[in-house]
């Protein structure tokens, strides 16, 4: 499968030293706003946000930032474009996702020819998820994660790269590891929130116990004076 801007328009960027992702990014950023300014029945039915930039190194370490000279020292990028959509009358954010790959090749809501990066609804409009999967593998989803996306997008990126060149088996296994883990961490911290909240209220108890005997003893000093 090629990948989408695999014309001329890019071609020169092909033959430079070093791709110019920030000039490429900004391309398809403008093309997310040209393909998400729709109007229908005098309503704006589709109407372009902003871009998330992913900036990825040559270490694989992942940068994100609402601005793109992230990009500057690039080897490959991710961009996340959102966009207002019109559905059953209420307008919900919706996601288009674009790679430029090392060589400044685009390709949309993809990885390369076997990998799918998209965000789609899971249950309802309002949830919106993004989705790792191999076209080989119609039942199964290697990484899944909801917004914000800043902080997940290290996560997304390193599942792909342990699993991109390993068998449909293979390729279950370690993302069986990564969810286990993400379930783990999570439990991990709400264990901590608990332990916090309970910190704190037995804070709180304290204090109260302090301001009751406090008042008891003004009480008690009050009728022995009174006497």
Sequence with gaps: MKAIFDNKFL?????????????????????????????RNMTRYEEYVDTLFVSISEENIVTCSCISNVLENAKQ?????????????????????DYIDPMGNVWHNR????????????????????????????SGILYSCDTPWNDKMQTVWDVYMK??????????????????DKI????SKEIK????????LEQEVAAYKGMLDDIKSLLENHETTKR
């Design 11 to 39: 071609i020169r960027f092909l033959f430079m030293e070093k791709v110019n992702f920030i000039e490429i990014a900004k391309v398809c950023q403008e093309q997310s706003r040209v393909n998400h300014t729709v109007w």
């Design 77 to 97: 990028c991710i961009l996340i474009h959102s966009y207002k959509k019109l559905a059953e009358y209420v307008r919900y954010t919706w996601y288009d996702i």
């Design 163 to 180: 699993t991109r060149d390993c068998s449909l088996f293979e390729a279950r296994q370690l993302s069986f590891m990564v969810f286990r």
């Design 111 to 138: 990885l390369d020819a076997n990998h799918k990066l998209y965000v789609d609804k899971s249950g309802c409009y309002a949830n919106q998820v993004m989705y790792l999967r191999r076209d080989d593998d119609n």
């Design 184 to 187: 783990l961490a999570q439990h």
């Design 193 to 200: 929130e608990l332990e916090v909240s309970k910190k704190f």
